[in-house]
């Protein structure tokens, strides 16, 4: 099988994942591959199953073909490329700020705000229509059954989640902790 060929493969596979089991990939690689991120809280089902098959095509991936993966996933879910930086690279960083790193948790959207909350959410946190769709329904979801937050951007400067918090707080409520 080509390179281009497992890239559509992973990309498909991602692709069908729920936003639930997107996150517990990201977990799964952020604690696999000692990255930069902290795991995010996951409540819902999750296809172990699928996510596995996953890692495992990325697993068998030449050196040139993961970084074929990594320009498509760039590409096309407009993932930052500090979603590539290992812990090492990221510590060297964290130095700067005092070593201190925070987490914005997004706690509840008012359903009246549910579209000005989806773009906002693509515009500040590069999330695809689809899934700041899913993140604005959970979120309405949460604030009506009181539920405790989603961890939606981690290990990031005070300064960085002081402004993030202070772009999502007209729509959304949002709370800043140290990581």
Same mark, same amino acid.
């Given at each position: 099988?080509?390179?281009?060929?497992?890239?559509?493969?992973?990309?498909?596979?991602?692709?069908?994942?729920?936003?639930?089991?997107?996150?517990?990939?990201?977990?799964?690689?952020?604690?696999?591959?000692?990255?930069?991120?902290?795991?995010?809280?996951?409540?819902?089902?999750?296809?172990?199953?699928?996510?596995?098959?996953?890692?495992?095509?990325?697993? &068998?991936?030449? @050196?040139?073909?993961? +970084?074929?993966?990594? #320009?498509?996933?760039?590409? *096309?879910?407009? =993932? %930052?490329?500090?979603?590539?930086?290992?812990?090492?690279?990221?510590?060297?960083?964290?130095?700067?700020?005092?070593?201190?790193?925070?987490?914005?948790?997004?706690?509840?959207?008012?359903?009246?705000?549910?579209?000005?909350?989806?773009?906002?959410?693509?515009?500040?946190?590069?999330?695809?229509?689809?899934?700041?769709?899913?993140?604005? &329904?959970?979120? @309405?979801?949460?604030? +009506?059954?009181?539920? #405790?937050?989603?961890?939606? *951007?981690?290990? =990031? %400067?005070?300064?960085?989640?002081?402004?993030?918090?202070?772009?999502?707080?007209?729509?959304?409520?949002?709370?800043?902790?140290?990581?």
């Amino acid at each position: 099988m080509t390179n281009m060929s497992k890239i559509s493969n992973i990309v498909n596979g991602i692709d069908s994942l729920s936003l639930t089991e997107k996150l517990a990939l990201k977990n799964l690689f952020s604690e696999k591959y000692a990255l930069n991120h902290e795991a995010i809280s996951i409540e819902g089902d999750v296809n172990l199953d699928k996510i596995n098959n996953i890692v495992s095509e990325i697993e &068998e991936m030449s @050196i040139s073909g993961l +970084k074929d993966l990594r #320009s498509s996933l760039i590409e *096309k879910y407009n =993932i %930052p490329l500090e979603m590539f930086v290992s812990t090492s690279s990221a510590a060297a960083g964290d130095a700067d700020e005092g070593g201190n790193s925070f987490s914005v948790i997004l706690k509840g959207v008012d359903e009246d705000k549910k579209t000005a909350a989806m773009k906002l959410f693509r515009d500040k946190l590069g999330l695809q229509l689809t899934d700041a769709k899913k993140m604005v &329904e959970e979120a @309405i979801a949460m604030k +009506k059954s009181g539920g #405790s937050g989603t961890e939606i *951007k981690n290990g =990031i %400067p005070k300064a960085d989640a002081e402004k993030l918090m202070s772009e999502l707080k007209e729509i959304s409520d949002v709370i800043i902790r140290a990581s």
